[in-house]
């Protein structure tokens, strides 16, 4: 893919307030396909929300967004997979099986391409304990093969390396690397960006709900916690670009 | 094999999905068999009505119990949906919506069903009861009822399913909605218990509540899954 293609993903002036909270504040931006994304960002800068927006969960309070081409995001429910905070799994139910439901509402019903998903996370399908006895760190992983089980374009990944080892993570990035190579496009929420710095593309950072930088790679800077320094930068740009705005807009 | 989802294969997915939950967790029937049992002995105690009296008051007793105890699985059938926010992964999917919705509602049917085939005998033996009308138009009672009490009372579990104190809620949304049908069913059950009136007005009633109620639930269900 090249950037001239079109936007795997496009937002436009999102906002989403809830209640007077504003969690995003006027995000603009395309991501062009093929390519791993990593959201930065501290808590409660926006990341979730952003990707939730993006996903169709969440409604834009004003602004559009674009997936794959549609605006219908139902339309393109099909060709992407979505993991978030939650593993969105039943406990009561062994892996396979969650997998096999999960399939089914794609219309996948051949158990082989199931277990084959629960394999590509480094898990084996023939377990047959139920997926409230796994540990977080399996049940993360399971996670992942369940978003990943109709084999998507685009794939949207909220913290998916909390309370995840090192190895499995590592193992984790791999994958997700393997999928970018053949042409899946990947946006990766996360506080662990030292752990997606090898295969991350472009790294997108929020705060207060704004879109404060975009950057090849993951710039080392980034890679610990923000300094003080500047995570206070950061928060004044944005509240002197506030009070620009509030200035400029008609009253 | 991949296929689009239809609406029936995922019906059924689905359903089998719940009843397997269920057969595992035990959540809605064991609660709701031990409220019903409490509400048959608490009432027998309350009562000591003879054979003539048991007839005329039987159904309101039964139907009433059932909706109590229906509504205590009610409150579980959509707790599994928000645990580990499963919900979110039906939503993203290109599933249809009102399969979904289905799918609970038979299974709930389902649930409702194995209730009143355990309670039946208890309030027959309780209350010495011997229909004086033609027992079958109890089981066709008994289905209309059934259903027109778990097709209300699922989509209304879901509509408070987020707010904070839904298991107040519920009864508050269902009960005064489930007036109609529960009158219908009350004196249906009553007419052929006595023999006194025909039942078929009634059942005619509670078969089109059913009617009604399916449809627009079907109809409203998808803003209701997607509300945030």
Known sequence: ?251 | MTSAPTLWAITRRSLVKDLRLEWRSKDAINSMLFFALLVVVIFSFGFDPTAEESRKIAGGLLWVAILFATVVALNQTWTREIRNQVMDAYRLSPAPPQALFLSKTIGNFIFVSILEVLMVPLFVVFYNLRSVGPVWQLLVVALLATWALVVNGTFFAALSIRTRSREIMLPLILFPISIPALLAMVDATTSILTGDNSPIFWMRLLAVYDLVFTTVSLILFEPVLNAE
């Open chain 1, 1 to 251: 893919m090249t950037e001239t293609s079109q936007p795997a993903v496009s937002v436009r002036d999102v906002v989403r307030h809830f209640g007077r909270f504003a969690a995003l504040r006027g995000i603009t931006a395309d991501f062009v396909p093929g390519k791993l994304y990593v959201l930065l960002g501290e808590n409660g800068a926006g990341k979730s929300t952003l990707l939730r927006v993006i996903a169709g969960l969440l409604a834009p309070s004003r602004g559009s967004v674009e997936v794959l081409g549609s605006s219908n995001i139902r339309s393109v429910a099909t060709r992407f997979g979505y993991m978030g905070h939650a593993p969105l799994l039943y406990d009561e139910m062994s892996a396979l099986e969650n997998l096999e439901y999960f399939a089914a509402l794609y219309g996948i019903t051949d158990r082989a391409r199931c277990e084959q998903a629960i394999r590509t996370v480094g898990l084996d399908p023939s377990l047959e304990r139920r997926v409230g006895q796994y540990s977080q760190g399996m049940r993360q992983r399971i996670s992942l093969a369940r978003a990943i089980v109709h084999s998507p374009e685009l794939l949207f990944l909220d913290e998916p390396f909390s309370n995840v080892d090192l190895r499995s993570a590592r193992q984790m990035t791999t994958l997700l690397a393997k999928m970018r190579d053949q042409g899946t496009t990947i946006f990766v929420v996360t506080h662990q960006a030292a752990l997606m710095e090898p295969v991350a593309d472009e790294c997108i950072v929020l705060d207060a709900g704004r879109l404060v930088a975009r950057e090849k790679g993951i710039p080392a800077r980034l890679l610990s916690p923000y300094s003080v320094e500047e995570r206070d930068a950061l928060r004044d740009e944005t509240l002197r670009r506030d009070s620009r705005e509030n200035a400029e807009a008609p009253q």
